[in-house]
């Protein structure tokens, strides 16, 4: 008797890590489009291959943020982390939260390019917080880490005390 061994694979967007991620950008731009945003969700627009959305040029493309944003003729990009909580670093002796270092510089480039700011914005899901900074001002605090551990092409740490608080989305259910 011969079994047929079939492996499913799951589909990127399966995974439990995306599914976070996207929860967190749905939440974002619904807080954004609360106070008179307007949003488009970059993040349903995948690529080839349901690779990340990107900015193509002729020789070159860029992965680009989650959200594309505007209010009162204000236009910013928007890319949004979920993470569970700021991480302790031994080394630098502070809580800090990080980016894959290859998007930290394709969101510098789509900035440079379209001439409109990405602004980070980072959901703890512990604490409820929801903080933003310009990646501008982050680039003045950053801490590369180059190596393979955490992510391919390294990652790009940033603070936590230099975003700004926008919100905390368990006063506002309390407030409901």
Known sequence: MNFIMVIKQNSFRET??????HNGEKLIADLLRKRGWYVI????YSGED?????L???ADNYVIPDLDIAKDGIRKWAEVKTKREATWTNVTRRFEHGIP?????HY???????GCEVWLFIYEEKTGV?????????GKVLRPYIGTKMNRGGMAFF??????LWLNIYQLELAL
């Open 16 to 21: 439990p890590e995306w599914v976070k991620g």
């Open 41 to 44: 969700p970059s993040y349903d």
């Open 50 to 54: 349901n690779k990340a959305p990107r």
């Open 56 to 58: 193509q040029g002729f």
């Open 101 to 105: 270092m290859r998007h930290y510089q």
């Open 108 to 114: 510098l480039r789509v900035q440079d390019i379209t």
């Open 130 to 138: 929801v903080l933003y900074a310009n990646l501008g001002d982050l």
């Open 159 to 164: 603070p936590r005390d230099v975003f700004k």
